[in-house]
């Protein structure tokens, strides 16, 4: 079993050191609590900010700020999700999500490939790479971020490379409920694995987040529900593949549950790609 731990949580733009203060409080209580995961927010340790960032934020300080968060993972003993902007080679500003163990050492990293609104599309680029699953307590794991999820290819993409376990920083304004109370709750549902979705909370620049950070379950359940306010929230989980039944990519992945239905399995993927998707 892997105890999930997720931070809700007010972001101060462009204030580092009191973000990466509330990470290091939040590890602490996760931590605390025998949580070996804790889930951050879409780039709480710079503030969400698009125009802001890119405008203000100096992409030289990015080493620093990840050893600062690896350091927070070292000394809670606990993995970590945190997102950031990155710079890739050829000097696009990326939206990205990384997963740490332990020890601070990066076991995954996923940039974003759906950017939101007029605002993300002018301070970043959109990214091209699938999800990358690693092995997390036995747990198979992958990152998207925020408006990812609300497309099925992304989910389904993390899906069919075997995951079971998807993890979800965001920014969600208030007005798009409907996304961590059915979209998310479908997604794990039609992928048969376990999504994690943690929100800012509180106004900044201009937004108004509202929590409902969310722990959806492969059966589409939830299993762990946020308010609209700071909260740490925590969900149990188990692994939902017998990793000796499972095929490579996902697709003979065995369904939980006498009811469960086995999407995974039943799909046909040539069929649909005769059919220009």
Known sequence: MVLLAL?????????????????????????????????????????????????AFDPGTLPALRETLAGIARRHSIGLVYSLPALTPAGDWHISATLVDASGRELLSYDKVHLFGPEERAAFAPASAAPGVVEFHGLKTALVICYDIEFPESARAAAVRGAELLLVPTALAGGFEAVPQVLVRARALENQLTVAYANHTGGAEGYDFRGGSIVAGSDGTVLAAA?????????ELAPTVDAAAAGADGTDRPADGDNAVAYLRDRRPDLYRSWGI
């Open 227 to 235: 308010g609209t306010g700071a909260e740490l929230l925590f969900a």
């Open 7 to 55: 931070m809700q949580a007010k972001a101060a733009v462009l204030d580092v050191r009191a973000n990466c203060a509330a990470v290091e409080e939040a590890a602490r209580e996760a931590s605390a609590a025998g949580a070996q995961l804790l889930l951050t927010p879409e780039l709480f340790p710079v503030g969400y900010a698009p125009r802001r960032l890119r405008a």
